[in-house]
């Protein structure tokens, strides 16, 4: 493989003047760019990345922390912040915890280096300070640590009430809702199930959380845990429940001989492509996932140019997509 020297011998120049083109130190003469570039393209000289980037403390990589890569809202998400970061010329570095303090804690620390220019945090396990104190800019979803790190959050508010109303409007009258344990609720999310209690109780009608850590389950589990819940709890006639424990109770009920939406009615809560999988799309609260990278990826930028971002949260709207379960 080429190095530098290679570039600088059949370029006819010093290799301190092929590094002084590949890092954009100081100026160097056309004619002389030309005969370097060409001299990279006959020799097929790849860049040393990881290197330029210490050199320069810059990479052009931002690092996104998820607790779960194969979590459809997780991936889907992951898809719209990479195409927005590659817009504006950075790359994304993905890395799951899967629910583990400690590999948060050592992914947060290898970030500290060169590596990467910036982090958006989609976990929050360990102590506000961890965040606090890093030193690069930084975005956390769903979460609020503190007034200096910016946060970008969909109005789970709106979310709840919207899936309130749609189990009005279907005259459910037992309603179960699947929500984080109890000690993941400073999760901003949950405020999506505080709303969808509060109205629901308002209108006279019983509601049911149950509780699960979200990452106990994967699609088997969740139909297991369905069956398991509309055999136990046979009065319930709707659900609201994340995209893939939504489908797993769509294909529960069916399986019971329930009729869906006559007698039981789903509103799914994030709307990616997993309501799509069953026989007829989910009825979901949607989140905006190209809006929510927008803001990110904005939050992001600010930061790296040195400019005060928004530190009180960005709260992006959600919205109500009708399907065949209400």
Known sequence: MAGIRDVAKRAGVAACTV???????????????????????????????????????????????????????????????????????????????????????????????????????????????????????????????????????????????????????NKCRNVLHLCAAKEEREVLSYESHRELEKILKAHGINTRNQEIKWNDFDLKGYRDLAGLILQSYPEIDGIMAADMPATAFYEAALKLGRKVPEEFCIVAYDGTYAVDITDGRLTAVVQQLECISTEVVRSLLKQLRKEKADTKGVFVPVKLRKGSTT
């Open 19 to 169: 590094s002084r083109v590949l890092n954009g130190t100081a100026a160097v003469a056309p004619e002389t760019r030309m005969k370097i570039e060409q001299a990279m393209r006959e020799l097929d000289y790849v860049p040393n990345e990881l290197a330029r980037g210490m050199f320069l403390q810059k990479s052009g990589i931002i690092a996104m922390l998820v607790p779960s890569i194969k979590h459809p809202f997780f991936s889907s998400l992951a898809d719209c912040i990479e195409k927005c970061l590659y817009d504006n010329g950075y790359k994304l570095m993905l890395c799951s915890t899967s629910g583990d303090i400690e590999r948060e804690r050592e992914y947060l620390n290898m970030f500290k280096s060169n590596l990467v220019d910036g982090v958006i945090m989609a976990v929050n396990g360990l102590e506000d300070a961890a965040y606090i104190q890093f030193q690069k800019p930084m975005v956390m979803l769903d979460y609020s640590v503190g007034e200096r790190i910016p946060f970008v959050v969909s109005d789970h508010k709106t979310g709840g009430r919207l899936a309130a109303e749609e189990f009005i409007r």
